[in-house]
Nanobody, 115 residues
Framework: QVQLVESGGGLVQPGGSLRLSCAAS????????MGWYRQAPGKQREWVAT???????NYVDSVKGRFTISRDNAQNTVSLQMNSLKPEDTAAYFC?????????WGQGTQVTVSS
C-alpha cells in the first residue's frame, strides 16, 4: 500500500521559486506514470505535470518552461521545481499516479503566490 506525502509549499512572491517533494511510503517503481496536480479555491483539481518511470515528462501549457518534474525511483520521491511563480499558481498541490488512484490522494501542500 503506497502512501504519498507532499511537502515544500509556502508563501512566495511573484517571480519566486519553490520546490515541492512527494515522498512515498512504498515503492513507486511499479507506478508507470506519476503526476503532480493542483486545486485552486473554487476550481476543479487539474493535472500539472507527469513523468514516466523512464523520465519522459509532460506539462500543462500554463506551466511549460517554468516547472520541472523529476522522480527518483530508488528513493521513492517525486519532485516539482517551480520557477517564475505567478499568482495564478496559487493552489493546493498533490502528487498521485497518472491517471490518479483515489486511495493515493494525500493532504497536499499549499502554495500561495502573493506580494
Amino acid at each position: 500500500q503506497v502512501q504519498l506525502v507532499e511537502s515544500g509549499g509556502g508563501l512566495v512572491q511573484p517571480g519566486g521559486s519553490l520546490r515541492l517533494s512527494c515522498a512515498a511510503s512504498g515503492s513507486i517503481f511499479n507506478i508507470y506514470v506519476m503526476g503532480w496536480y493542483r486545486q485552486a479555491p473554487g476550481k476543479q483539481r487539474e493535472w500539472v505535470a507527469t513523468i514516466t518511470r523512464g523520465g519522459s515528462t509532460n506539462y500543462v501549457d500554463s506551466v511549460k518552461g517554468r516547472f520541472t518534474i523529476s522522480r527518483d525511483n530508488a528513493q521513492n520521491t517525486v519532485s516539482l521545481q517551480m520557477n517564475s511563480l505567478k499568482p495564478e499558481d496559487t493552489a493546493a498541490y498533490f502528487c498521485n499516479a497518472y491517471p490518479p488512484t483515489p486511495r493515493y490522494w494525500g493532504q497536499g501542500t499549499q502554495v500561495t503566490v502573493s506580494s
